[in-house]
């Protein structure tokens, strides 16, 4: 009887790895899906270090990994050009292994298409979720009892009610439920249209050849004050996407994309377009991610542009952090606070993204090539580029997010919460736990539990913990011993590797314990 469950709305990555995240706890989840088959359009193909993290825990990760266009071994980091793919100037960019020490499986690169496939197959082994196909949602109702969903069936123009106790949109940008929930977003508009092109070059394949191990590549023109042009590697075999911004007219009449497509190649080529279509450049966040039972996530609660490919990425983190909370509700161990933290934590973290990452991004391309150029001043553009060279190394680097801020983070006051930081061994509140090789030689991460996990080097303080978490009926762990590299007697770990406490200090239990659940007593 009471079993109503989570209603996704969308079936993408996001919403799949979140039905992944409630199915491995058992948790009654439907996912609402209007494609029978994911659209072969290959987004969101660049998956990080962290989100290889994560299907590895949704046991999913060897099945991504054989699903692989490209090569491991071949190399997934890309490159900056500019004036045009092939005009000589060039560095290399997102680097992503340079922080690969700091995460416990290496990163990926596949189509987006390839990645729902994987997902699709494991929701299939999970006896609690549905995934319900040809359906589209058409409206959103709460009251104090549950949800109720009002769907569509493609094929038949059938009308159906799904009643559920929470209902979480992954919907995309123009997300059905945000609306019917009546979240706002605040719009942060360009102003650009953008071109997305699907081809095939065998020629351009083999003259990229003189970028070995590259999959995606960035180009800066000029003319385009700051924005790029944006070529990425759907396989080895000549298949390529395209982004380039383009004039707000060429949706209205026929478009010459190959024309696009040499200019900034920078040399003719054969081409085969396998599809083309246009989409609209911003940023948009919304200003909540929750209203009562109805949450949303991926890009109904955040979009931008495609740089840097942290779309997908940060659209799975927020499944990992919302599923785990859901899951504690239905476990009985959530604390009445816990589900809000999912805002608490996840907004402010996509907002640096976009601001300190995406945006400033552009913003340093558009005043490089406003006051460097190559035909003006040769050698004061060469020293920039060099400069900007070293500044893309950076970019890797500094993106660290963490949930200093967090009500349900036992830290030290005053911390933020913020895609900006910096990589550490050592263990910090609100921080991505670091994998380390204990005293024990096992990795810290293979001893991680589906619950909490506690690393102490006190064996009785380690009982006093076990017991109050017993009490509480919160599923905990312990792990006697450490690394010094950690720098801390005591580390509580979450579901979701994230820090929820450290310290040398041994405060009573039960009150860390009370705030990392977000319970008020």
Same mark, same amino acid.
């Given at each position: 009887?009471?079993?109503?469950?989570?209603?996704?709305?969308?079936?993408?990555?996001?919403?799949?790895?979140?039905?992944?995240?409630?199915?491995?706890?058992?948790?009654?989840?439907?996912?609402?899906?209007?494609?029978?088959?994911?659209?072969?359009?290959?987004? #969101?193909?660049?998956?990080?270090?962290?989100?290889?993290?994560?299907?590895?825990?949704?046991?999913?990760? =060897?099945?991504?990994?054989?699903?692989?266009?490209?090569?491991?071994?071949?190399?997934?980091?890309?490159?900056?050009?500019?004036?045009?793919?092939?005009?000589?100037?060039?560095?290399?960019?997102?680097?992503?292994?340079?922080?690969?020490?700091?995460?416990?499986?290496?990163?990926?690169?596949?189509?987006?298409?390839?990645?729902?496939?994987?997902?699709?197959?494991?929701?299939?082994?999970?006896?609690?979720?549905?995934?319900?196909?040809?359906?589209?949602?058409?409206?959103?109702?709460?009251? +104090?009892?549950?949800?109720?969903?009002?769907?569509?069936?493609? +094929?038949?123009?059938?009308?159906?009610?799904?009643?559920?106790?929470?209902?979480?949109?992954?919907?995309?940008?123009?997300?059905?439920?945000?609306?019917?929930?009546?979240?706002?977003?605040?719009?942060?508009?360009?102003?650009?249209?953008?071109?997305?092109?699907?081809?095939?070059?065998?020629?351009?394949?083999?003259?990229? %050849?003189?970028?070995?191990?590259?999959?995606?590549?960035?180009?800066?023109?000029?003319?385009?004050?700051?924005?790029?042009?944006?070529?990425?590697?759907?396989?080895?075999?000549?298949?390529?996407?395209?982004?380039?911004?383009?004039?707000?007219?060429?949706?209205?009449?026929?478009?010459?994309?190959?024309?696009?497509?040499?200019?900034?190649?920078?040399?003719?080529?054969?081409?085969?377009?396998? @599809?083309?279509?246009?989409?609209?450049?911003?940023?948009?966040?919304?200003?909540?991610?929750?209203?009562?039972?109805?949450?949303?996530?991926?890009?109904?609660?955040?979009?931008?542009?495609?740089? #840097?490919?942290?779309?997908?990425?940060?659209?799975? =983190?927020?499944?990992?952090?919302?599923?785990?909370?859901?899951?504690?509700?239905?476990?009985?161990?959530?604390?009445?606070?816990?589900?809000?933290?999912?805002?608490? +934590?996840?907004?402010?973290?996509?907002?640096?993204?976009?601001?300190?990452?995406?945006?400033?991004?552009?913003?340093?391309?558009?005043?490089?090539?406003?006051?460097?150029?190559?035909?003006?001043?040769?050698?004061?553009?060469?020293?920039?580029?060099?400069?900007?060279?070293?500044? %893309?190394?950076?970019?890797?680097?500094?993106?660290?997010?963490?949930?200093?801020?967090?009500?349900?983070?036992?830290?030290?006051?005053?911390?933020?919460?913020?895609?900006?930081?910096?990589?550490?061994?050592?263990?910090?509140?609100?921080?991505?736990?670091?994998?380390?090789?204990?005293?024990?030689?096992?990795?810290?991460?293979?001893?991680?539990?589906?619950?909490?996990?506690?690393?102490?080097?006190?064996?009785? @303080?380690?009982?006093?913990?076990?017991?109050?978490?017993?009490?509480?009926?919160?599923?905990?762990?312990?792990?006697?011993?450490?690394?010094?590299?950690?720098?801390?007697?005591?580390?509580?770990?979450?579901?979701?590797?994230?820090? %929820?406490?450290?310290?040398?200090?041994?405060?009573?239990?039960?009150?860390?314990?009370?705030?990392?659940?977000?319970?008020?007593?």
């Amino acid at each position: 009887m009471r079993e109503k469950g989570v209603i996704i709305v969308g079936g993408g990555p996001v919403g799949l790895g979140l039905a992944v995240e409630l199915g491995q706890a058992g948790v009654p989840t439907r996912v609402v899906e209007r494609n029978h088959v994911p659209p072969p359009i290959p987004k #969101g193909q660049n998956l990080t270090q962290r989100t290889l993290e994560h299907f590895h825990f949704w046991k999913a990760e =060897e099945a991504l990994r054989d699903a692989q266009t490209i090569p491991e071994s071949y190399g997934i980091s890309g490159i900056t050009a500019y004036g045009t793919l092939l005009g000589g100037l060039h560095y290399d960019w997102l680097q992503r292994d340079r922080v690969a020490q700091f995460y416990y499986r290496p990163n990926g690169r596949l189509p987006q298409y390839e990645t729902e496939r994987v997902l699709r197959e494991r929701v299939a082994e999970l006896p609690s979720v549905t995934l319900l196909t040809g359906l589209t949602a058409q409206d959103v109702e709460q009251d +104090e009892r549950g949800v109720r969903v009002s769907v569509l069936a493609s +094929e038949t123009g059938a009308v159906q009610t799904l009643d559920g106790d929470f209902a979480v949109g992954c919907d995309g940008s123009h997300s059905r439920l945000r609306s019917a929930a009546g979240i706002t977003q605040t719009l942060d508009d360009h102003g650009r249209t953008m071109a997305l092109v699907l081809f095939r070059s065998e020629e351009l394949h083999e003259l990229l %050849a003189r970028f070995p191990g590259k999959s995606f590549y960035n180009v800066l023109d000029p003319a385009l004050d700051g924005y790029w042009k944006f070529f990425g590697r759907v396989d080895l075999e000549g298949r390529f996407f395209f982004h380039a911004p383009v004039p707000p007219e060429a949706r209205s009449g026929d478009f010459d994309f190959v024309s696009l497509l040499q200019s900034a190649i920078g040399a003719p080529c054969a081409i085969e377009v396998e @599809y083309s279509g246009f989409w609209d450049l911003r940023f948009a966040l919304a200003d909540t991610y929750r209203n009562k039972r109805l949450f949303i996530a991926g890009d109904a609660a955040h979009s931008h542009p495609p740089y #840097g490919g942290f779309g997908v990425n940060s659209g799975l =983190e927020d499944a990992r952090n919302l599923g785990w909370k859901l899951a504690a509700h239905y476990a009985g161990w959530a604390g009445d606070d816990l589900l809000d933290s999912y805002e608490a +934590e996840r907004r402010p973290v996509f907002q640096s993204t976009a601001q300190d990452f995406i945006a400033a991004l552009i913003e340093r391309d558009r005043q490089f090539l406003r006051d460097f150029g190559p035909d003006r001043d040769p050698d004061s553009f060469a020293r920039n580029w060099i400069g900007r060279a070293k500044g %893309a190394k950076q970019e890797v680097d500094q993106f660290e997010p963490h949930y200093g801020a967090s009500p349900i983070i036992a830290g030290p006051p005053g911390q933020q919460s913020s895609a900006m930081g910096q990589h550490r061994e050592e263990a910090r509140a609100g921080h991505h736990l670091t994998p380390q090789n204990l005293a024990s030689g096992r990795n810290s991460y293979s001893l991680l539990a589906p619950g909490f996990t506690l690393f102490s080097q006190d064996r009785e @303080y380690a009982r006093l913990w076990l017991t109050s978490a017993k009490a509480r009926g919160v599923p905990l762990e312990a792990v006697i011993g450490g690394s010094s590299n950690y720098g801390k007697a005591h580390i509580l770990v979450r579901p979701d590797q994230f820090i %929820a406490w450290c310290g040398d200090d041994s405060p009573a239990p039960d009150s860390v314990l009370r705030q990392v659940i977000g319970a008020r007593t």
